[in-house]
């Protein structure tokens, strides 16, 4: 048994996963899994973007350790590699480097500004962002259940 395996997460049992870096663990579930970020790293991340428990689950909030945390990470698997992983770091990067982040992280912006501020956006700065009215109807459910608005 791998030292991935039999870690309970938020998302069941772990059956595997991988390290990006000291701190920066993924771990895989039957139906789903995510990110656990080491307290000491999770404090670097701004706390309106910050999962307290330090567990982002991997369809949406990995984004967020991997935009805020990303030249450390980048740098750690281009000189170290990646630990349980298929692909080469370097591959992994060019696939899924910063501006991927950044558009990610610029939806959640958007969300956040229409649940905290009201702002609305016209059709065309969603198409921007997103797209369509729905995708962003979805992103703000999400954040409104993430902070306890229903």
């Known amino acids: 048994m791998s030292s991935f395996e039999g870690v309970p997460t938020p998302w069941g ?29 999770n404090q670097q991340i701004p706390a309106v973007f910050r999962n307290e428990d330090g567990w982002y689950e991997e369809d949406c909030d990995f984004a967020i350790p991997f935009y805020f945390l990303h030249d450390a990470i980048r740098e750690h ?18 696939e899924y480097d910063a501006a991927y982040y950044r558009g990610v992280m610029e939806r959640w912006h958007t ?32 954040l409104k259940a993430r902070i306890g608005i229903h």
């Open 111 to 142: 969300a956040e500004c229409v649940v905290h501020f009201g702002k609305e956006y016209s059709d065309e700065e969603l198409q921007q962002r997103f797209s369509s009215r729905d995708q962003l109807n979805v992103q703000i459910a999400a």
């Open 77 to 94: 698997c281009l000189t170290h590699g990646l630990e349980g992983h298929t692909m080469s770091a370097e591959a992994w990067f060019a």
């Open 13 to 41: 049992e772990s059956q595997g996963g991988n390290r990006y870096m000291p701190g920066v663990l993924f771990f895989h579930t039957a139906g789903h899994g995510g990110l656990k970020i080491a307290r000491e790293l």
